[in-house]
């Protein structure tokens, strides 16, 4: 009975002591509430009735009275923290709550003021940082990355003296960086991507951290020089990609750095004087270098064998002079090689199958020319060898391994190839433009969708139809096509013929667009303004566009068929096959063509050069990278547009690669860059109708007449097409588009287009920019038979033009600058020409509503 009662008292003392130490204003009690409330599932692998220094994730000092580690990293706490829990650990060194679903923070959690390592990453929490961050003094490691945190980051960041790592990438955070984080000189690395920040780096930046190793500002919105950079002595790993961050490329390298990401920004330079300045570094230290999407000039790098660590290289999209390709037979370790777009010419050097470690392979969009090397020894994963002047056959070891591959690409090119084992989906995306060896000749043009089932079938079907479409060719030929005497004809089916050479040299071109009757290409010479001593024939062009091939055509319209090609000497062309028929002869076209070479403004489409060959008038113009203005508006899917409407006469990347065609989705979000395409044409109308002798009427603006150049300036093309053609232009092509059509057009004593007439054409481009929709057969609100014209000219005698403003663009700018635009648009589309302002006018109008651009 002694022992029962002793036994008794036993568990109730030790249930007393349990009790108390559960007792408000302990670490025990602070640490079981915040398991409880946060979620009842993350509580289940605790014994409450255990000391809490023994729980998972906990650790206390010496003593076993206060928490000092608390690490609950992935235990699916969800909410928010509640007050008077883990905030009342007064003592806690180390917090980690990352990867949990946290939403907010307790007010009082900003007095841990012992705190050394605070990790919230991967959350999500939102709403601004307070600058009740100041009170954690004695912090050496802060990450919040991976949140919705939003607003400025506080200047309070001053009070963090101890702070080496900051971690607050992939967040909202706005603004600039505040120059608080200046005074944290023990920072060894500094994580900031993936935010909105903008404004330039705080002066002073590089001198202000002698310790620092890895700085990441990528992804933001940041610009100005860096010059302050360079100043940064013990950096390693250094990321500003995805910024609009400009200066010298010298500004940025040093010695010792392992990675360096530079890339999608605004540097300029030439790369070999980097390395002569600084040849005393040792650059076998870099393991990363990435400088693409640039303004970088001159050379690639003189030598790179001295980069014998290098694994990933990517100088894309830059403006390098044309040179052959670089000497990389010593970079035995490079697994990544990108040099897509750097004026590559000559060879492929057969020396790279020496790169073994090497996965990825980008050489697309240079000049590169002769045959594909084996790539023998290279287990390449990702290869594009496009749109380049490549030829012969693609060799066995490389095509054997392309169903191992992730990703391939070899349009555009020469090349030569048996696609019996090729799928029709494959054949579409990445063979598009090659010539087939094979008996049976596949056709990428005909297999528009995906093959499923039943492929023998539709292969059958593909076939049948494909015959059909030649029978038919030969029945409309047989009986007649109009004009006669022409060398040209528009077919209306889709369907691609087989090359056919006869003759001297007599040939159909593939994309059955138009005939030519050219008995010696290499005497018929191509006219290059800039290089007059440049000996082209029209054999070259031949060659630059494998024979006119459909792989190669970029746009169908009713003044003829654009195609893409590169000319000897790495020349970027769109050649314009003028087959409407002219009335003027051989002399008389080559003179206007000489004159409209010679027009130049920097918002006009220059005419590069000319070839009048057979009955045929080919303009040669400047190749536009960034597409044209309808496809980027209206998302227009890329290739070849319908020759039902000539207002799709455009010329673009069929394969979107980098940069190219950016979409609306990018670009075209900023009123800031829609007002500086609308800006741009009407300076280039201004100077056709007002600075050329005789005034130039254009006939034909309209938003696919309007490019965007490398630089991304808008570009007028096709101005003083209509002349070459003389009498002889059809009036459908001379009384404009459906939707740009201007209403003197329609009155039976209209004689001829005027300047006023181009006005108006542009007033409906203006009102697309504002809008963001078509001249006809949009969804106009309130109205549906209405134009895009009487839709907005609607609104505006109403005063309700804000109604109109695209809702993309609404919020990038100030809507009294739109609704203006949508005024200027009103008087240019008014219904008698003399009451449209001149395009004089037009431009000082624009330039009174141009947005400031923030400093």
């Given amino acids: 009975m002694g022992l029962g009662v002793f036994g008794s008292v036993l568990v109730l003392t030790l249930l007393f002591k349990h009790l108390a130490s559960q007792q408000p204003n302990t670490d025990e009690f602070f640490v079981s509430e915040f398991l409880k409330k946060m979620d009842s599932t993350s509580s289940q692998p605790y014994n409450f009735s255990d000391s809490v220094c023994s729980w998972q994730g906990v650790l206390c000092d010496a003593n076993k009275e206060?928490?000092?580690?608390?690490?609950?990293?992935?235990?699916?706490?969800?909410?928010?923290?509640?007050?008077?829990?883990?905030?009342?650990?007064?003592?806690?060194?180390?917090?980690?709550?990352?990867?949990?679903?946290?939403?907010?923070?307790?007010?009082?959690?900003?007095?841990?003021?012992?705190?050394?390592?605070?990790?919230?990453?991967?959350?999500?929490?939102?709403?601004?940082?307070?600058?009740?961050?100041?009170?954690?003094?004695?912090?050496?490691?802060?990450?919040?990355?991976?949140?919705?945190?939003?607003?400025?980051?506080?200047?309070?960041?001053?009070?963090?003296?101890?702070?080496?790592?900051?971690?607050?990438?992939?967040?909202?955070?706005?603004?600039?960086?505040?120059?608080?984080?200046?005074?944290?000189?023990?920072?060894?690395?500094?994580?900031?991507?993936?935010?909105?920040?903008?404004?330039?780096?705080?002066?002073?930046?590089?001198?202000?951290?002698?310790?620092?190793?890895?700085?990441?500002?990528?992804?933001?919105?940041?610009?100005?020089?860096?010059?302050?950079?360079?100043?940064?002595?013990?950096?390693?790993?250094?990321?500003?990609?995805?910024?609009?961050?400009?200066?010298?490329?010298?500004?940025?390298?040093?010695?010792?750095?392992?990675?360096?990401?530079?890339?999608?920004?605004?540097?300029?330079?030439?790369?070999?004087?980097?390395?002569?300045?600084?040849?005393?570094?040792?650059?076998?230290?870099?393991?990363?270098?990435?400088?693409?999407?640039?303004?970088?000039?001159?050379?690639?790098?003189?030598?790179?064998?001295?980069?014998?660590?290098?694994?990933?290289?990517?100088?894309?999209?830059?403006?390098?002079?044309?040179?052959?390709?670089?000497?990389?037979?010593?970079?035995?370790?490079?697994?990544?090689?990108?040099?897509?777009?750097?004026?590559?010419?000559?060879?492929?050097?057969?020396?790279?199958?020496?790169?073994?470690?090497?996965?990825?392979?980008?050489?697309?969009?240079?000049?590169?020319?002769?045959?594909?090397?084996s790539l023998r020894d290279i287990h390449l994963k990702v290869l594009d060898l496009s749109n380049n002047n490549l030829s012969g056959p693609i060799p066995q070891p490389v095509l054997k391994r392309l169903p191992r591959m992730e990703k391939y690409n070899f349009s555009y090119n020469n090349l030569t190839f048996c696609a019996s084992e090729i799928k029709p989906d494959i054949m579409q995306t990445a063979f598009i433009g090659a010539l087939n060896s094979c008996p049976i000749a596949v056709n990428p043009r005909l297999f528009k969708r995906r093959v499923t089932g039943h492929k023998g079938m539709k292969l059958a079907l593909v076939l049948t139809f494909s015959m059909l479409c030649v029978f038919a060719g030969v029945l409309f030929v047989a009986f007649g096509c109009r004009k006669k005497t022409r060398m040209w004809e528009v077919k209306q089916g889709s369907c691609k013929e087989e090359q056919n050479i006869s003759g001297p040299f007599s040939f159909q071109t593939d994309s059955t667009t138009w005939v030519a009757d050219v008995k010696q290409a290499t005497s018929v010479p191509v006219v290059i303004f800039e290089k007059p001593l440049l000996n082209i024939t029209f054999a070259d062009l031949l060659s630059a566009t494998s024979n006119f091939d459909r792989g190669t055509l970029l746009a169908e319209g009713k003044f003829g068929p654009v195609y893409r090609g590169f000319l000897p000497g790495g020349i970027h062309v769109a050649v314009k096959v003028l087959v409407v028929g002219s009335t003027l002869t051989d002399e008389e076209a080559a003179r206007e063509l000489e004159f409209l070479g010679r027009i130049k403004h920097p918002n006009l489409v220059p005419l590069t050069g000319y070839c009048v060959a057979g009955d045929q008038r080919i303009a040669i113009y400047d190749y536009m990278e960034n597409g044209n203005l309808q496809n980027l508006l209206y998302d227009l899917p890329l290739g070849v547009q319908s020759t039902d409407d000539w207002s799709t006469d455009t010329w673009e990347e069929a394969d979107n690669n980098g940069i190219q065609n950016a979409g609306s989705e990018g670009l075209l979000t900023s009123w800031r860059f829609r007002h500086k395409i609308a800006l741009g044409t009407a300076r280039a109308l201004a100077f056709l109708h007002h600075g050329c002798s005789p005034p130039i009427i254009h006939r034909a603006v309209k938003a696919s007449s309007v490019y965007l150049d490398y630089d991304l300036e808008p570009r007028l093309s096709d101005f003083g097409l209509a002349k070459i053609f003389g009498s002889g232009l059809d009036d459908e092509i001379a009384r404009g588009s459906p939707g740009y059509v201007p209403p003197e057009f329609c009155e039976p004593e209209f004689d001829t287009p005027t300047p006023k007439s181009d006005v108006y054409c542009f007033g409906v481009v203006l009102f697309e920019l504002v809008t963001g929709k078509k001249p006809v057969g949009d969804d106009y609100p309130d109205d549906k038979d209405a134009t895009l014209v009487s839709w907005v000219r609607g609104l505006v005698r109403k005063n309700q033009a804000l109604r109109a403003i695209d809702p993309k663009i609404r919020d990038t700018g100030p809507d009294e600058q739109m609704e203006e635009a949508l005024k200027i648009g009103y008087l240019c589309t008014a219904e008698l020409p003399f009451k449209r302002p001149s395009t004089q006018q037009i431009v000082g109008l624009l330039k009174d509503i141009e947005p400031v651009v923030a400093s």
Avoid at 109 to 118: A, G, M, T, V
Avoid at 156 to 185: E, W
Avoid at 350 to 359: D, F, R, V
């Fill in 66 to 373: 206060h928490v000092v580690n608390l690490t609950l990293s992935g235990m699916q706490l969800s909410g928010t923290i509640p007050d008077n829990t883990i905030g009342k650990l007064t003592k806690l060194e180390f917090l980690d709550l990352s990867h949990n679903k946290i939403t907010d923070l307790p007010s009082d959690f900003w007095s841990l003021s012992s705190l050394k390592n605070l990790n919230l990453s991967s959350n999500q929490i939102s709403g601004s940082l307070t600058n009740n961050i100041g009170n954690f003094g004695l912090l050496e490691s802060f990450d919040l990355s991976s949140n919705n945190f939003s607003e400025e980051i506080p200047e309070a960041f001053s009070s963090l003296l101890s702070l080496r790592i900051l971690k607050l990438d992939h967040n909202r955070f706005a603004y600039n960086i505040p120059s608080g984080i200046l005074k944290c000189q023990s920072l060894v690395s500094i994580d900031l991507s993936s935010n909105q920040l903008n404004g330039t780096l705080p002066e002073g930046f590089g001198a202000a951290f002698p310790k620092l190793r890895i700085l990441n500002l990528s992804g933001n919105n940041m610009h100005g020089r860096v010059s302050d950079i360079s100043r940064l002595k013990s950096i390693v790993n250094l990321n500003m990609s995805g910024n609009s961050f400009e200066g010298s490329i010298m500004s940025v390298f040093q010695g010792w750095l392992e990675v360096l990401d530079l890339s999608r920004n605004k540097f300029h330079g030439h790369i070999p004087q980097v390395q002569y300045n600084f040849s005393s570094y040792n650059w076998s230290h870099l393991v990363y270098l990435d400088l693409s999407e640039n303004q970088l000039s001159g050379e690639i790098f003189q030598n790179l064998n001295e980069f014998l660590n290098l694994k990933h290289l990517n100088l894309a999209h830059n403006r390098f002079t044309i040179q052959k390709f670089p000497q990389i037979e010593m970079l035995l370790g490079l697994q990544y090689l990108n040099l897509s777009k750097t004026s590559l010419v000559g060879q492929i050097p057969s020396e790279i199958s020496q790169l073994s470690n090497l996965n990825a392979l980008d050489l697309s969009m240079n000049h590169l020319s002769g045959k594909v090397p």
